[in-house]
T-cell receptor, first 111, second 114 residues
Framework: SQQGEEDPQALSIQEGENATMNCSYKTSINNLQWYRQNSGRGLVHLILIRSNEREKHSGRLRVTLDTSKKSSSLLITASRAADTASYFCATAPNTGNQFYFGTGTSLTVIP | DGGITQSPKYLFRKEGQNVTLSCEQNLNHDAMYWYRQDPGQGLRLIYYSQIVNDFQKGDIAEGYSVSREKKESFPLTVTSAQKNPTAFYLC?????????????FGSGTQLSVL
């Protein structure tokens, strides 16, 4: 399977703390994207980082990419209860034209 | 959910029955996708289409069929050949189907077997 794996599977933090989740993948990629999913809903795109980028920011989100280790991390700073959701990474490999999604991290932010 | 409408929200299938999940988009996107989501497994691609009247199989196409007669619509039929259809089904679209594009998702259909 070309699916990525995310770590941890579940994360519970207090409001105001930072949340870090990691994604590892198996093949060379063109880019990596992060998505958010609220329970029972569709996914919402958060951020895209290209293979030649090492770090990207968007509001309270910071994404890093290490292509030598085939891994990425998503940091959410100053978390809020509304950040409670599942977070998925998705990779676009160099070959083929489909995306491969990770297994997701379930984040719970306690007010 | 970004202009993509999936219906119904919940669907029940009897053994041996075919059921069709609807997906409509008003984003004028060329590419549309169907994903299956099982607990703990992330999303897996069933079918995708980059242009009207053309579609390709994804990793788990067996037991499913699709059509793309209109740009706006990409219905998925779960046939009786799919022996384990219980899952959350997500439809998505992107502007041209390129790998540097983001996906827009519908709100999903939960399919269960009676």
């Amino acid at each position: 399977s070309q699916q990525g794996e995310e770590d941890p599977q579940a994360l519970s933090i207090q409001e105001g703390e930072n949340a870090t989740m990691n994604c590892s993948y198996k093949t060379s990629i063109n880019n990596l994207q992060w998505y958010r999913q609220n329970s029972g809903r569709g996914l919402v795109h958060l951020i895209l980082i290209r293979s030649n980028e090492r770090e990207k920011h968007s509001g309270r989100l910071r994404v890093t990419l290490d292509t030598s280790k085939k891994s990425s991390s998503l940091l959410i700073t100053a978390s809020r209860a509304a950040d409670t959701a599942s977070y998925f990474c998705a990779t676009a490999p160099n070959t083929g034209n489909q995306f491969y999604f990770g297994t997701g991290t379930s984040l719970t932010v306690i007010p | 959910d970004g202009g993509i409408t999936q219906s119904p929200k919940y669907l029940f299938r009897k053994e041996g029955q075919n059921v069709t999940l609807s997906c409509e988009q008003n984003l004028n996107h060329d590419a549309m996708y169907w994903y299956r989501q099982d607990p703990g497994q992330g999303l897996r691609l069933i079918y995708y289409s980059q242009i009207v009247n053309d579609f390709q199989k994804g990793d788990i196409a067996e037991g499913y069929s699709v059509s793309r007669e209109k740009k706006e619509s990409f219905p998925l039929t779960v046939t009786s050949a799919q022996k384990n259809p219980t899952a959350f089904y997500l439809c998505a679209s992107s502007m041209f189907g390129g790998y540097n594009e983001k996906l827009f998702f519908g709100s999903g259909t939960q399919l269960s077997v009676l």
